[in-house]
């Protein structure tokens, strides 16, 4: 029976940066889906209440802080798999560092979950003075099918002096795609539009066995080269947010396209740079071992992840696709 399930990472597992590392095995071995993801300060009202569903919580060591993740992952049977699977994570890992409710307790959890995570998705308002606020996303080849990328990302990530304060799997609507890759499209036709242009230009001369005049010319390379480049663009929002613009009614664009993705969140001193060092360049062929685009990355597309490459592009990304909302109560609820 599929059913969607939750999983607590504890403080203790936050501290010793071992969230992707269980994630990767939950998801692969157990072959279960992320629904959704949160980063919280447990209060002591939060700890109890879980506790009364997950008895293991109340015995969890604070003393490393109050941070935890919570998860819902969603499968066949997924309650049993993640208890069973949850005993091999405490015999590699250590004990204490991850809940789940047993099936007959998860109607129960979830309604708590649901209750306590209404509430600003950021465990902080703002970076620290000298630190800076970015994003990163997870793209959505990585969730096509149960897999450790997801969270063998994560894991890389940990690898960086910075605090995680903020995550949400989302579903990019088609207008928050058009938006947030809205810059890629001038982009496109004034860098790739003039050059496909002349090759289309000179492959009709050759084909047909004429020339064009001037001013002919001119107009079919530019209508030929932005064609070209509106149709990589609309490839580029299908691929993150799951459709063509152009085959989605106007009154539809609102709606989520069907692709998921993760956003994570990261504050520190030169946080935007230490992000896109470990993600590597755009290109993966251009990448070098120990990056993500290097192990993950297939083309310029579909590379992985994305991150922002300013603070001031964090404001604008983050906005769009709405860092501080997180649908992880909504989703508990059903």
């Known amino acids: 029976m599929k059913e969607t399930t939750l999983i607590v990472i504890s403080p203790l597992a936050m501290q010793r940066k071992l969230a992707g590392v269980m994630l990767s095995r939950l998801m692969s071995r157990g072959q279960l889906e992320l629904e959704a ?16 569903a997950i008895p293991t919580i109340a015995d969890w060591d604070m003393a490393s802080g109050n941070t935890a993740m ?6 066949e049977n997924a309650a049993d798999k993640v208890q069973t699977l949850n ?10 560092l991850i809940a789940s409710p047993a099936a007959a307790q998860l109607k129960a959890a979830l309604q708590l979950v649901s209750n306590m995570t209404r509430r600003d998705n950021l465990l902080c308002a ?16 990585n969730f096509r099918a149960p897999s450790v990328r997801p969270g063998a990302i994560i894991d890389m990530l940990m ?9 949400k799997v989302h579903g990019m609507t088609i207008a928050d795609a058009l938006e ?15 050059k496909i242009g002349t090759k289309a230009l000179a492959a009709v001369e050759k084909d047909f066995d004429f020339k064009f005049l001037p001013a002919e010319a001119d107009k079919f390379i530019e209508c030929a080269g932005n064609g070209f480049a509106d149709d990589q663009f609309e490839q580029i929002v299908e691929f993150m947010a799951g459709k063509r613009p152009s085959e989605v009614p106007e009154n539809e ?14 504050d520190g001193v030169d946080a935007v740079a230490k992000i896109r060092t470990i993600l590597g360049p755009t290109n993966p062929a251009q990448a070098t071992g120990g990056t993500v685009r290097y192990d993950f990355g297939t083309n310029i597309m579909v590379n992985a992840s994305h991150a922002s ?19 992880i109560s909504e989703l508990a609820a059903l």
């Open 159 to 167: 690898s960086l002096d910075l605090k995680w304060v903020g995550c």
């Open 70 to 75: 919570l998860a819902l992952l969603a499968g």
């Open 180 to 194: 947030f890759y809205g810059p890629v499209r001038q982009a496109l036709r004034s860098k790739l539009g003039p």
């Open 253 to 266: 664009l609102d709606l989520p396209g069907g692709a998921k993705c993760m956003v994570l969140i990261f």
């Open 126 to 141: 703002a970076p620290a003075a000298g630190e800076e606020r970015t994003l990163l996303i997870i793209k959505p080849e």
């Open 87 to 96: 005993a091999d994570l405490e015999f590699s890992l250590g004990g204490g």
């Open 37 to 52: 993801a949160m980063l919280v300060n447990l209060s002591a009202a939060d700890r109890n209440g879980l506790s009364t």
């Open 309 to 327: 490459d300013s603070v001031e592009s964090y404001e604008r990304e983050g906005r769009i696709v709405r860092v501080n909302e997180n649908k």
